[in-house]
Each structure stands twice: as structure tokens, then as C-alpha cells.
């Protein structure tokens, strides 16, 4: 075997690799400021709410995970196991489709299915016209409820467990698989007792990604009513503006969510998942015809009809017959804003992760690789919750400079941070800097050492070798952070709700704000405008799974 060849070793580590140290801790800091913030005694605004609500919103938290969880992990689990151990007429197509929900925000999803199925909806002024029945004569599901948020979620939520799930699944034993089978278990049994089992870290980390998004959602839980713990944060914050109540909350919330996350790890109790030999055969897909063909259409084919084909044709219709009553002057600005903040913050977090990710690399160190994975910790949490940490910190800052510059030179100097594009930016680092390191690290982990190694043995400088060899290499792992975190920037509302300037509105803010006065045909323009921009992280995603294939 070939030994790469010697790499010249550098004296010293250079200033930019101990700057990945400093961009770690600055993204690091909301999530410290919480917990210093929270760390205090409870004021007479957290009793209250711990007195009244709190309980109720402990419940319907909870409970709302639960739900989501349920479906989203058997709809994504049994999907990707059905393209993935079966060959029927479609199969190539919906094994891409089942991915398309992934562009719709669950708040979007909400907002469709709302007006669809309201009283005033068309589905119940049609049945009604059809029926002759009036309202009160007839039993319809209520809509805004807790079962109903669970539900819009679950819709769009699926696809993290439908994508890791069909990775595991194509990666198993066939050995196991096809022994299943000789013992006369059918499909349906060796999915419950072998192929489950198997794949439980991949269904586990798509389900901890749901609980994350659940966790994190306001849009969806605050237009259905259901108080939850996001929604408490918010109302601590602007209803009560209590900054300390609110961070209480945040930590509370980030607790629930650990401490989920610690049982199932504990619930393992160290066993293994991974087979114990690399020489098998491909999994051989069994042909389906008849009605076993029709059933697996079905089954895969309701999640992305109900996921994606209703609200964003519903969308459309309502783009293409009413829209935004603004003219384009007073609406472009609403497209324009999301776009150079969802652009800035694409480019930032590419920027800083390569940094990071590459001074991981070429100076190694316990610390950095701590740093790194702290910082990344950010994608895990609400984003009402970095919005709270992220106005703490600024806060001080401004009331220390105003402080200071008034007793020097009797000059204020006002909020030069707080309620600016430079903390909205920030908030969006912090929730979505962990999403651009890992698609750089994986970038870099396929490169071979050796390109690097021969390049510094040429006489290349490291930053040199990293220009010249590396970053052509990695071209494609930035690329794809940078859609990914475009894409989420332009979805995000908790923290563009929380952070953003005064009458600075973005698409989201902007269908936020229209839905909430049941206006969603006005809301249709930049609602399809946030879909179709959510499409760029599914072709990426397809093309990926192309090729792994």
C-alpha cells in the first residue's frame, strides 16, 4: 500500500486557524447568553406562566412530538422500504417525490389545509351544496387542534426519515434479509422483525430531526391555536416583554428536548446496528403486480400527494385567480429582502465553515473539533430560542456602549445592534452554521490526503495546496451548503419574526402576517415564491441519491 507522501511541517498555528476558535465562540454565545440569562430567580412574569400555562404547554409539547413522530417515522420508514426492497411501475419516480414535501414549510402546509378544510373552506361549502346538509348536521374533523398541527406536520416532516431510512435499508445484510424470507416471513414481517431493528440509529436521527423542526415550529401551532412552548417564548417576550421569562422557557425547552434524546440513547444499552461483513450481494428488489403494485403505489404515493401535490397546487390556484393585492413596488421589497438575507447568510456560513472546517483539518486538535461540534449544535435548536439569545447579548453590548458614551461624552448612541440586518444575519449563523459544516466536512472527508500531501511536496504553500487542489474538489460540498442554508433562511419565522428590524418584512413574514388575518389567497404570491425556492435543496438531494445509486 502506497504511503502518502510527508507533509513539511509548519511552526505555529497560523492566525486564521485560532479565528475558527473565535467564530466557533461567537456562534457559541447565544446559546450561552440563554442559560446565563435564565439562571436567575423566577420573577413574578415566569411564576405566573408556570402557575397558569406552563403546564398545558408541557402537555401539548409533548404530545405533539409524540404524534409527529408516530406518523412521520412510520410513513417515512415504510416508504423507504418499499422502494427500496420492491420494483414495481413508478417506483423510480416516487423514490424522488417522496422528497418533494421537504419544499414546503409546515406552516405553508397549515395555512393550505386550513383553508381547505374550514367550515367556510371549499371542501365543506362543496359537500354542503352537494348534500343539502347544513353546518352542525354533518361530522367533520376539526381542523385547528392539536391532531391537525400534528398531522401538517408529520406531511412535510417525513422525508428525514424516509431519506436516512433508505440509506440503512440499502445498506443492510441481504444475508438476514433473504434468510427472513426463507423461513416464510413475508415483506411486511422481516420490515417489523429484521429490517426495523436494524435501521433503528438511522430512524432515531431522522426522528430526532423531526422532533427538532416539531419543537422549533410557531407558525403551524400558533395559527392552529395549540400553546406550545415556542409560542409561550414568544408571548414571554412581546406580550410580556419578560426577557428573563422567556429565556427560562428556552431552557426548559432545550432540556426537554436532551433529555428525549438521552433516554433513547440510554435505551440502547450499547448494542450495535452495523453488519459484521462488507462481502454481500445487492438487496435484490422483489417485482410487485396486480394489487400488491397498486397497494405500494398507493402507499407511497398518498404522502407526496398530500405532502406536496395539494398545497402547492392549491397555491398556485390561488397565485394564478387572486394573489397579493400589492403592486410590484410594495411587494418586491418582500422578495428582495429574503433574497440578500438568505444570499449574505448562504455565503457567510459557507465562508466560516470552510474555515473551520479546514483548520479542523490541517492543524487537528482536540479543541477544535469540540469548538466545531459546539458550533454546529445551533441547527438543533428552536429558532425562538436564538432569537432570545441572540438579543441578549446584543442588548448588553448596546446598553454598555450607550452607557459609556453618555457618561464620556454625553452622547447616545442608541441600539446599534439589537433590531438590525447584522443581528437577523447573526441569528441565522447560529441556526444555520451547523448545516453548512457538516456538508464542508463531508466534502473534505472524501478528499485523499495524498492530493494535499504531493501538492506541499511540490513547493505549494498549505494555503496554496488548499486553493489550488482542494477547493475545486470541494466545489460541489459548498455548493450544496449553500443551498441548503439559502433554502432554510428563506423558511425560517420564528427568529425573522423576534430579530428583524421594525417594518423590515420578508416572504415569510409576509405570509405570516396575511394568514394570521385568514387572508391566504392574498398570501399565495409569496407563499409558491418560498415553495419553488424550496425545490433547489430537493434536486440536491436527488441528485445525491443518484448517485449514490
Known amino acids: 500500500m502506497d504511503q502518502p507522501a ?34 436567575t430567580w423566577p420573577d413574578a412574569s415566569f411564576i405566573h406562566i408556570a402557575t397558569t400555562t406552563l403546564p398545558e404547554m ?13 406518523m412521520a417515522g412510520s410513513a417515512g420508514a415504510v416508504s423507504a422500504w418499499i422502494v427500496s426492497t420492491c420494483d414495481f411501475r413508478g417506483r423510480r419516480f416516487l ?9 414546503i414549510p409546515a406552516y405553508l402546509n397549515g395555512y393550505v389545509y386550513t383553508w381547505l378544510l374550514d367550515v367556510a373552506g371549499p371542501m365543506q361549502t362543496s359537500f354542503r351544496e352537494l348534500t343539502g346538509l347544513r353546518y352542525g348536521q354533518y361530522w367533520m374533523p376539526e381542523i385547528r387542534s392539536l391532531p391537525g398541527a400534528a398531522v401538517m406536520l408529520a406531511m412535510v416532516l417525513y422525508p ?23 423461513l416464510g416471513h413475508g415483506l411486511p414481517r422481516t420490515f417489523v422483525h429484521v429490517a426495523v431493528p436494524l435501521a433503528r440509529p438511522a430512524i432515531v436521527a431522522g426522528v430526532g430531526l423531526v422532533l427538532m423542526e416539531t419543537l422549533s415550529d410557531f407558525g403551524t401551532v400558533q395559527h392552529f391555536g395549540v400553546r406550545t412552548f415556542t409560542t409561550g417564548i414568544y408571548e414571554a417576550w412581546f406580550g410580556m416583554g419578560d426577557r428573563g421569562a422567556a429565556a427560562q422557557l428556552s431552557v426548559a425547552l432545550l432540556a426537554c428536548v436532551f433529555l428525549a434524546l438521552a433516554l433513547e440513547y440510554v435505551s440502547r444499552g450499547g448494542r450495535r446496528f452495523h453488519p459484521t461483513t462488507t462481502r454481500q450481494p445487492p438487496l435484490r428488489p422483489v417485482v410487485l403486480h396486480g394489487w400488491k403494485a397498486l397497494a405500494a403505489i398507493v402507499a407511497c404515493g398518498m404522502p407526496v400527494a398530500l405532502g406536496f401535490v395539494v398545497p402547492a397546487g392549491s397555491l398556485a390556484w390561488l397565485a394564478a385567480t387572486a394573489g397579493d393585492p400589492l403592486p410590484s413596488h410594495q411587494f418586491l421589497p418582500f422578495a428582495r429582502n429574503s433574497l440578500v438575507l438568505a444570499s449574505l447568510t448562504a455565503v457567510l456560513a459557507v465562508a466560516l465553515a470552510a474555515m473551520m472546517a479546514w483548520a479542523a483539518r490541517l492543524h487537528p486538535s482536540p479543541v477544535r473539533r469540540t469548538a466545531n461540534r459546539i458550533a454546529a449544535l445551533g441547527y438543533a435548536l428552536p429558532g425562538s430560542v436564538i432569537a432570545v439569545g441572540t438579543l441578549v447579548p446584543f442588548g448588553v453590548f448596546d446598553n454598555a ?21 447584522i443581528a437577523l444575519v447573526f441569528a441565522y449563523l447560529v441556526r444555520f452554521l451547523g448545516v453548512a459544516l457538516s456538508s464542508v466536512e463531508s466534502g473534505l472527508a472524501r478528499l485523499k490526503p495524498s492530493l494535499f500531501a504531493a501538492a506541499r511536496v511540490l513547493g505549494r504553500s498549505p494555503g496554496q495546496a488548499v486553493r489550488a ?23 425560517e419565522l420564528p427568529a425573522t419574526l423576534i430579530v428583524r428590524p421594525f417594518d423590515f418584512d420578508t416572504l415569510a413574514v409576509r405570509v405570516y402576517n396575511l394568514a394570521s388575518d385568514e387572508k391566504l389567497a392574498e398570501a399565495s404570491t409569496a407563499a409558491l415564491l418560498i415553495v419553488v425556492v424550496g425545490l433547489l435543496p430537493v434536486a440536491v438531494l436527488t441528485r445525491a441519491m443518484r448517485r449514490r445509486d
Request: aromatic content about 6%; charged content about 10%; some cysteine.
Open 6 to 39: 510527508a507533509v513539511p511541517r509548519r511552526r505555529g498555528v497560523p492566525a486564521w486557524a485560532w479565528g475558527s476558535l473565535v467564530i466557533a465562540g461567537a456562534i457559541t454565545a447565544p446559546m450561552l447568553a440563554v442559560v446565563l440569562t435564565a439562571a
Open 95 to 103: 423514490e424522488v417525490a417522496l422528497l418533494l414535501p421537504l419544499a
Open 160 to 182: 428525514y426519515v424516509y431519506l436516512l431510512c433508505r440509506a440503512a435499508f440499502l445498506q443492510q445484510s441481504v444475508c438476514l434479509v433473504e434468510a427472513s424470507r426463507t
Open 469 to 491: 487542489v482542494e477547493l475545486p474538489l470541494a466545489r460541489g460540498a459548498l455548493l450544496t451548503g449553500a443551498v441548503l442554508v439559502f433554502v432554510d433562511t428563506m423558511k
Open 58 to 70: 408541557l402537555a401539548n409539547s409533548a404530545l405533539l412530538v409524540l404524534l409527529v413522530a408516530l
Open 401 to 421: 456602549l450607550d452607557a459609556w458614551m453618555r457618561q464620556r461624552f454625553d452622547v447616545s448612541t442608541g441600539l446599534l445592534l439589537s433590531g438590525t440586518i
